[in-house]
């Protein structure tokens, strides 16, 4: 979802298409190989793009899981929209939906957003050209547990995986699809663009004007050279805009083309950058590797996917900026007594969003600048003897050194990303090692601090995760007479199914209506063991479930189900319960190295 411009980023796009004579192979093996570039995208005026090196197949795996950040009640705590610009939220444009991490993170709070990096943030979206497709985050803490002072400091959502969907050939930009809500909703920024609807009627538009067969008289004459281009740019420049006119080429030579070889194949042909070029001119992404840290209560960390030597660079990381960390506090609810309505309470402070953690700050700021970069989220602290560390970029194509002598008021403004650190290699580095940088003075402080202050929660010793009792679906689950506090303090349970009717109050479990809406369970009435000839025992349940009625999410009526199947039965943490809001887990940002830090964002005078 790389939005460097996202206000023009689709106007036009290019495409490349397979020759005859080439057919795709799979995935290439050889570690040594960059698979995955940074370059300059092939839509016209849309910035960075996504770019592969190797052919690959349809279900083919692209590079390596992305973790999730879940960001919970962004415009409760700050008391706005940020969609109206209440408050400077870049992130807005690169957060996905929380289904887009899974089930879990919809559940995390009232409202929460996914931020996904790598993957999740930088490829592009053509609508007609989508070739990835992302799936759902897996959930697990990496051994952390709920008495670990490292608990809830690092997200828990990881391994979203990336595939491809056809054929793509080594050269040719990757594009995921954000849908098409995405671009229906910011028409005011970046104007009609075109929808996969758009083209077939572009496409008739051509026919119908009968402009294919004058274009194909007019051209090879020299002479009609200009008028064929006064011709064309009248039509893609006529004042009364449409998504199908968008879906027009730009200009003449590429419509010769499109009247050749059609609008699809046209852009598809141009919608690719040679190896050459990637090589020359790209950044590799996929030099590290996500994997459990071998520093111990740190939870996952970056590995080297192949031989790094000293001075290259570990991964490239565009920089979305927070002007005023502020945003990121989390404040306690109340209840206004006249009109029951909630709103924050000023007062009391009770944390601040995970993403903070994430995020690259300084003490003399109050701008935070938050890494979008392949695994680089992984990347864990060492003060003595790390062996990479952070820079500004050299780069011009993704990193505008201008920015860096801005005051920091200035970036309330800016609604694109135009700055980019590299992580580059402090020495040889081989494969398999764990990446690391220094966090800096401050955030160790605040972590000793931390170590030194921190109490498990109680109860910790007897915690379950939902994630481990929804891995287990053999053992027994308890009744409401046998442990009627089981799953009640930080746990809620929810069956899978659809076919109910307020008016019968109860029915049979049907396994037709299996996966399709999921319902509170209030309480386990009933366990049965079941056993079938040749096949381990298994338990059947009669559940109470909480089913709105009519639609009502305030009103609700108990519901009995009965026979249902442990596979129908999901468990998933109560909001506002899981790791990340454990009372007092870690919040701190990375430091910026001062001899790096810009004076003219110091905008906080210390003593």
Not at 253 to 271: D, M
Not at 375 to 403: C, E, L, R
Not at 435 to 446: D, F, K, L, R, V
Request: hydrophobic residues 35%; negative net charge; proline residues 5%.
């Amino acid at each position: 979802m790389m939005r460097f411009l996202p206000s023009i980023r689709v106007l036009a796009s290019a495409i490349f298409c397979f020759s005859a004579s080439t057919s795709p192979t799979s995935a290439d093996d050889d570690t040594k190989k960059c698979k995955l570039y940074l370059a300059k995208s092939t839509i016209p005026n849309a910035g960075l793009g996504v770019f592969t090196s190797i052919n690959l197949f349809p279900n083919d795996s692209i590079g390596y899981g992305d973790p999730a950040i879940p960001i919970v009640d962004m415009d409760f705590h700050n008391d706005g929209s940020s969609s109206a610009e209440d408050y400077h939220w870049l992130l807005d444009d690169y957060n996905w939906k929380a289904s887009a991490a899974g089930y879990f993170m919809e559940a995390e709070a009232e409202k929460t957003s996914a931020h996904v990096s790598g993957m999740g943030a930088m490829p592009n979206c053509h609508m007609r050209l989508k070739n990835i497709v992302e799936s759902v985050n897996e959930y697990d803490t990496a051994g952390v547990t709920r008495g670990d002072p490292g608990i809830g400091a690092f997200t828990g959502y990881h391994n979203r995986k990336t595939f491809a969907i056809k054929p793509i050939e080594a050269g040719q930009e990757l594009f995921v699809d954000y849908g098409k809500q995405w671009f229906l909703t910011r028409e005011n920024d970046m104007g009609l663009v075109p929808l996969v609807e758009s083209y077939p009627i572009a496409t008739k538009f051509l026919d119908h004007f009968r402009l294919k067969d004058f274009l194909e008289r007019l051209m090879f004459s020299r002479e009609s050279e200009e008028l064929m281009s006064d011709l064309w740019e009248l039509i893609v420049r006529f004042p009364y805009k449409s998504r199908p006119q968008s879906a027009l080429p730009k200009n003449l030579n590429t419509a010769k083309k499109a009247i050749e070889r059609g609008i699809y194949q046209t852009e598809l042909w141009q919608s690719t950058r040679s190896l050459d070029e990637l090589e020359r001119d790209g950044k590799c992404l996929d030099n590290i590797r996500p994997g459990n840290s071998t520093i111990s209560g740190a939870g996952r960390g970056a590995f080297a996917a192949r031989f790094l030597p000293k001075g290259s660079l570990v991964a490239p990381a565009p920089l979305l900026h927070v002007p005023d960390r502020d945003i990121l506090n989390m404040y306690a609810d109340k209840i206004d007594p006249f009109t029951q309505e909630e709103y924050r309470d000023f007062s009391k402070l009770t944390g601040r969003q995970l993403l903070l953690n994430y995020c690259f700050g300084h003490r003399s700021s109050s701008l935070l600048l938050c890494p979008y970069g392949f695994q680089t989220a992984f990347i864990n602290h060492n003060g003595i003897s790390p062996n990479a560390k952070v820079i500004w970029s050299t780069d011009s194509m993704y990193h505008n050194s201008s920015f860096l002598e801005q005051p920091v008021k200035h970036f309330d403004n800016v609604w694109r990303p135009f700055l980019g650190f590299d992580y580059v290699a402090l020495r040889d580095i081989q494969e398999g090692e764990e990446i690391t940088i220094n966090y800096g003075a401050h955030w160790e402080q605040a972590w000793t601090a931390h170590l030194q202050s921190w109490v498990p929660p109680i109860g910790y010793e007897k915690f379950v995760p939902p994630q481990v009792l929804n891995a287990d679906r053999t053992s027994p689950l308890r009744t409401f007479d046998e442990d009627e506090t089981m799953y009640t303090d930080h746990i809620d349970l929810y069956c899978e199914f659809s076919n109910i009717s307020i008016k019968k109050q109860k029915s049979e479990w049907d396994q037709d209506e299996f996966n399709t809406n999921d319902h509170k369970v209030y309480r386990i009435l009933e366990r049965t063991k079941n056993h079938e000839e040749g096949e381990p025992d298994y338990y059947l349940y009669t559940l109470d479930l909480l089913v709105e009625i009519d639609g009502n999410a305030e009103k609700f009526m108990l519901y009995t189900l009965t026979n249902v199947p442990r596979e129908a039965i999901s468990f998933y943490y109560k909001r506002y319960h899981s790791d990340m809001f454990v009372s007092g887990a870690f919040r701190h940002e990375m430091m910026i190295p001062d001899d790096i830090f810009p004076s003219a964002w110091k905008n906080i005078y210390l003593s």
